[in-house]
Nanobody, 128 residues
């Protein structure tokens, strides 16, 4: 099991940049595929980005490709999401999530049910 705490969310103007962090505790972070999801008011939670346990494989939703970058530092038990060229439609609560992989698999996941552990979320608001 991994305990996750997101931080870094705030109000930012459109076109600006923001970096989110997700601090993990527990023994399995380095063996976990990780993901970022977001949920806007009145909408379903949606996939944003995912990264393999080693960081060697990443995957993005089309809506953020080229603007967001997911990364991780296993030595620091931390997941990151660097967001640039932010738009009002990026406004949402952002969640990080962990999926403990078996056998060193480099799989990544873009569906919420595939993740075992979730953080409490951090609010990102982009003003126009």
């Amino acid at each position: 099991q991994v305990q996750l705490v997101e931080s870094g969310g705030r109000l930012v103007q459109a076109g600006g940049s923001l970096s989110l962090s997700c601090a993990a505790s527990g023994r399995t972070f380095s063996r976990s595929a990780m993901g970022w999801f977001r949920q806007a008011p009145g909408k379903e939670r949606e996939f944003v980005a995912a990264i393999s346990w080693s960081g060697g494989i990443t995957y993005y939703a089309d809506s953020v490709k080229g603007r967001f970058t997911i990364s991780r530092n296993n030595a620091k038990n931390t997941l990151y999401l660097q967001m640039t060229s932010l738009r009002p439609e990026d406004t949402a609560v952002y969640y990080c999530a962990a999926h403990t992989v078996l056998g060193g698999s480099s799989s990544i996941y873009d569906q919420s049910p595939e993740y075992d552990d979730w953080g409490q979320g951090t609010q990102v608001t982009v003003s126009s």
